[in-house]
C-alpha cells in the first residue's frame, strides 16, 4: 500500500484510535507502526506515561482529529516521528530537533559516557595545567596569528596569569565537530560544567538549533560556523569528539526511506567510502597549538579499524580504544595521550 492521507474513521476511543493508525502505518510500509502510532498521539494528546495508558479508553477529542490525521499522514509519507513531534530524548534531556539536523541516536549516547570518563581521568579538577607552569597560546600554534585570524578573531583559550606573574590553570576545552542538534555538547556542557566546551557546524540551521538545546538546557555551549576544525584554529584543544557524516555517499540511496529522504544529506554523507571527514579532521590537527590529548569519534558499521588506523598514523595517541554499540558493533573510536 502506498502512504496517502489518513482519514481517521469514526472511533469511540483513543485506544481504537491508536489500533487504526497502527494498521494504517503498516500497510504504509513504516517500521515500528505501534510505536509510531503511541508516540505520535502522545504529542497529539500532550500526555505520556502512566496519563498515556489511563487515556486509551477516553473518547477521542474531536477538536483534535486533524491535527491527528495530519501527524499519522505525514508519518505514512516515511517522516520520522521525531520531526514530528519535534523532539527527542538524549542521555535523559529532551532535545529540539528539525529537519535541520541529525535524530540523535542512543547509540552517541555511549560516545558521550566514554568521553565524561576518560576525561574525568585526565583531568581530575576539569582544570589544564601548562608543562613547566609556562602559559601556552595560539601564537604559537601551526600559522599563528593567521590561525587565529582563521578562527574569526577570537583569541585561543590560554592559562592566566595573575599579578605576580604565576600562571594559573584553565579549564580545558572540548570542541565537538558536527554540532548537529546539539547532543554531544549540550550533553558535555550540562555534564560537566568546569569544562569549556565548543561546537562548531557548516549548517547555520543546525546551529540554530543547538543553541535553542543550550539555552533550554542552561548549558554554555561556545557555537561557531565552519567546516570542522577550521573555527576552531588557535585554540587550545584538549578534547575532540565528533560524530561526523561517515555513509559512504554510493549508500544513500539503500538507506530506510526515513533518513534517505528526511535527514539532512550534509550530516550523512561521508564521501565515496565514508571517511573523508575523519581524514580532513587529522589534516587540519596542525590549525590547533597541538594535538588533544583525548580524541573520540563515532564511526559506521566496518569502519572501525580503518579509523583507529588513522589515529595510529597520526602518531600522537598512544592509547587507541574501540567501543561497541549495543549490537556488538564497533562503533566508537577514541585516542588518548596519556
Not at 119 to 135: I, K, Q, T
Request: aromatic share 6%; charged share 20%; hydrophobic share 45%.
Amino acid at each position: 500500500m502506498k502512504h496517502g492521507l489518513y482519514v481517521m474513521p469514526h472511533v469511540q476511543s483513543i485506544r481504537e484510535a491508536f489500533a487504526e493508525a497502527s494498521s494504517f502505518l503498516d500497510k504504509s510500509g513504516c517500521n515500528e507502526p505501534q510505536r509510531s502510532s503511541q508516540l505520535l498521539l502522545e504529542h497529539v494528546l500532550g500526555v505520556s506515561g502512566a496519563a498515556y495508558y489511563m487515556a486509551l479508553a477516553d473518547p477521542f477529542p474531536a477538536e483534535l482529529r486533524e491535527a491527528w490525521e495530519t501527524a499519522v499522514s505525514r508519518r505514512s509519507a516515511g517522516e520520522p516521528v521525531q520531526y514530528i513531534t519535534g523532539e527527542q530524548e538524549f542521555y535523559g534531556r529532551v532535545f529540539e530537533v528539525t529537519p535541520d539536523v541529525l535524530i540523535p541516536r542512543p547509540e552517541t549516547e555511549l560516545l558521550v559516557e566514554a568521553i565524561l570518563k576518560y576525561g574525568a581521568e585526565l583531568w581530575p579538577d576539569g582544570l589544564v595545567y601548562a608543562p613547566g607552569g609556562e602559559a601556552r597560546t595560539g601564537m604559537h600554534a601551526a600559522g599563528g596569528p593567521a590561525a587565529a585570524e582563521m578562527a574569526g578573531g577570537i583569541a585561543s583559550t590560554r592559562q592566566v596569569s595573575d599579578a605576580a606573574g604565576a600562571c594559573q590553570p584553565r579549564p580545558l576545552a572540548a570542541v565537538d565537530i558536527g554540532a548537529g542538534s546539539g547532543a554531544i555538547s549540550v550533553t558535555l556542557a550540562a555534564e560537566a560544567p568546569a569544562w569549556r566546551v565548543c561546537a562548531g557546524d557548516i549548517s547555520p540551521g543546525a546551529l540554530a538549533v543547538a543553541a535553542r538545546n543550550a539555552s533550554r538546557h542552561g548549558a554554555a555551549v561556545d557555537l561557531r560556523l565552519g567546516d570542522l576544525l577550521e573555527p576552531f584554529a588557535g585554540m587550545e584543544t584538549d578534547i575532540l569528539v565528533s560524530n561526523p557524516p561517515y555513509i559512504p555517499g554510493g549508500d544513500i540511496a539503500g538507506l530506510q526511506r526515513e533518513v534517505r529522504d528526511h535527514e539532512p544529506r550534509t550530516a550523512l554523507d561521508g564521501g565515496d567510502d565514508g571517511l573523508d571527514p575523519y581524514r580532513r579532521m587529522m589534516e587540519q590537527l596542525p590549525l590547533l597549538p597541538a594535538a588533544p590529548r583525548l580524541v573520540g569519534f563515532e564511526l559506521g558499521q566496518g569502519q572501525a579499524g580503518e579509523v583507529a588506523a588513522l589515529l595510529r598514523a597520526a602518531g600522537h595517541w598512544n592509547e587507541i580504544v574501540t567501543i561497541d554499540d549495543l549490537a556488538g558493533i564497533p562503533r566508537h573510536v577514541l585516542g588518548i595521550a596519556r
